[in-house]
């Protein structure tokens, strides 16, 4: 019993050690939370996108191999009683793809070294971050257990990307989704309702489905724009530059681009910046899925479910 308190205890400051410097928000992949998350790097490396503000101003910060090699090692302790040996990992960071694929080999080497029991290695990356890498290295990477990257396309439309600073276009978010194709990479595309505000949500959804319907991501994990108080775009919508849509208007723009996809993949909208949470295959739940989301659209333009669905939605979160 004592030396079960002594254990808990020692769990618990190992992973202030380890999650200490994130911060109170620690923002990971929606379908990786219940993986080892092995902190790589701290913040993005880009950090100019108008509409975030997930880093809380910090700076970007590589973990030197020592750091990571120390996490590992405390990991390991934390997971050597799970009653199944962990297989899935993430490393933690706005963008750890960003790393040279040099250092994510010699990651992936010290995870497996720790951990055999390992399959997959995820993490969030921009496009650019795969375009960086050869094909080759983009290989080293699959095999070594990279495959389940979490892609932020967000739209399919230059207009939107430029608008929100993305840093990449729709070019470069097409030649990223091409490039993990060809090395057999699996992906998880996100994409984000409302990131054009009204004037630009037409080609929003007609630009990003396109994209998406010449693309193979395993899944589609689709969140709402959601007005961070620290981000610039704030300053934007106090302006009346940019218009804001409402909750119910992504829905219709999620049923919109929904409605146009010819894909084979997941379509994952339980993220929960969505108004109505709703997660099937494709092509062969889609018209279920724009079944329910009609019915939602029509149960919610009532006004009470609606205020309900928001109450609900926005508990917890720091936004305007
Ligand atoms: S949205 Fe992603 S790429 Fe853009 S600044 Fe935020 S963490 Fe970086």
Redesign the pocket.
Known sequence: MERDAERIQTIRRLKEEIYGEYGFFYYVPMAESYTVQIPVTVS?S????L??D??QGMAFRELSLEEIDRNIERLRFIHETDSRPPRRFLLAG??PFVLPAEKLLTIAEKVRNCFPSCETISC?A?ADDVLNKTGTELNALRRAGYNRLCL?IESGSDSVLRYQE??VGRAENAGAMDALDAAGMGYSAYIMLGLGGREMSAGHVEDTASLLNCAHPFELTVVTLVLFRGARLVEKVRAREFKRMTSLETLKEGRELLSRLTLSTVWNATHKTNLFPIKGKLPEHKGLILRRIDAAIEEMSGGEGLKRHELQRWQNWGVE
């Not at 880009?46 to 996108?49: L, T």
Request: a positive charge; hydrophobic letters at 10%.
């Open positions: 993005c880009y950090r100019r996108c509409y975030c997930l880093n706005g963008n969030f921009r932020g993305k840093g």
